[in-house]
């Protein structure tokens, strides 16, 4: 008895040795969840910047076609972010953000020099099909109206959405559209490198790749995909419908056929082959062995990377594309 009460107040004891601290109010954990949103924003919106401007860079040199318009704008639909997510957008753009309406967060070049910038608001878009020549009316929240002409471009338009995900990873859908996850930002912080793995995706679209590999999916995933695409966008989104594409395995042809396409591409657009070409040793030296990351699918083979060596330094040497498919 007497050893049990010895206990009792050993532990209370011990509990009133633990210092908890001021307790924190609801709105002193509020500002702090608008610290970390604002911090994770501000990453995802990097990454949708890089991103965009790489495939901006790179979309117009993959092969061609009939002309289409290319409307490239992304958004963040206001009426469904936390007030969190608001207030932090609002620090980040530095103004009030209303309630409702669709926040721009990356525009094409040609749509930023007629007048439409990250940060405004979209509070009517006329809804409509996008047809070549033909402009996009819109109403920002500040009351101005906006028509836009999109630019063309000779090849189907591809729309891209970042992932935030702790996998570093990109994939491509068959509705044209590209994910990037956050964390192969991160990890591939030149813009040369990412441009790399940009390539290799859009050369799995542009070559017909996916199209083989349909048949694998059910119509419910690609139903859902599409439903999913009339949605507005926020940092929170994951996305996994999309995801399941990123698992999707390509014959070996395939893998080197992308490499190939996927640097050219990259070289026309004017990135340093040299450093596109180190993207998977790069991604091979800094990402765990094993796991359903890039490297599953794209493992980084000593015949792949000397197969890129060989891509690289024939382009260098200024052979034509017909020369260089041809394998001369
Ligand atoms: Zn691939």
């Not at 206001?78 to 669709?102: C, H, M, N, Q, W």
């Not at 799995?204 to 349909?214: A, E, I, P, S």
């Not at 790069?282 to 792949?304: D, M």
Request: hydrophobic share 40%; with cysteine; charged share 25%.
């Amino acid at each position: 008895m007497r050893k049990l009460s010895l206990l009792l107040l050993l532990l209370v004891l011990s509990a009133c040795a633990v210092e908890t601290g001021p307790p924190v109010s609801p709105e002193e954990l509020s500002r702090a969840q608008t610290e970390i949103w604002e911090i994770k924003l501000r990453e995802y919106l990097h990454c949708e910047d890089r991103v965009g401007r790489v495939l901006v860079r790179i979309l117009p040199v993959t092969e061609h076609d009939e002309p289409h318009p290319w409307f490239l704008v992304k958004i963040i639909d206001l009426s469904r972010t936390p007030p969190e997510v608001d207030r932090a957008l609002s620090r980040i753009f530095a103004e009030s953000l209303p309630e409702k309406g669709y926040l721009v967060t990356f525009v094409h070049p040609a749509l930023k020099r007629q007048g439409l910038s990250p940060g405004e608001v979209i509070q009517h878009l006329e809804t409509q099909r996008l047809r070549l020549g033909a402009p996009v009316r819109l109403t920002l929240a500040d009351g101005r109206l906006l028509s836009l002409k999109p630019p063309v471009i000779y090849t189907e338009p591809v729309d891209f959405r970042i992932v935030d995900s702790p996998e570093p990873n990109a994939w491509v859908t068959p509705e044209n559209r590209m994910y990037v996850t956050l964390a192969l930002c991160r990890t591939l912080p030149d813009d040369h490198e990412l441009a790399a793995v940009v390539g290799h995706e859009l050369a799995h679209l542009k070559r017909g790749h996916l199209k083989k590999q349909m048949t694998l999916l059910t119509l419910r995933d690609l139903l859902g995909i599409g439903v999913y695409a009339l949605g507005g966008q926020t940092a929170q989104d994951l996305y996994r419908l999309g995801a399941n594409f990123a698992l999707l395995k390509f014959s070996r042809d395939q893998e080197r056929e992308a490499d190939f396409y996927g640097l050219w591409y990259t070289y026309r657009a004017g990135y340093n082959l040299e450093k596109a070409a180190q993207v998977w040793v790069h991604l091979a030296a800094v990402l765990p062995p094993g796991g359903p990351s890039l490297l599953s699918t794209h493992p980084p083979t000593a015949e792949r990377l000397a197969r890129i060596r060989k891509i690289v330094a024939a382009i260098r040497s200024g052979k034509t594309f017909e020369e260089l498919r041809g394998g001369n």
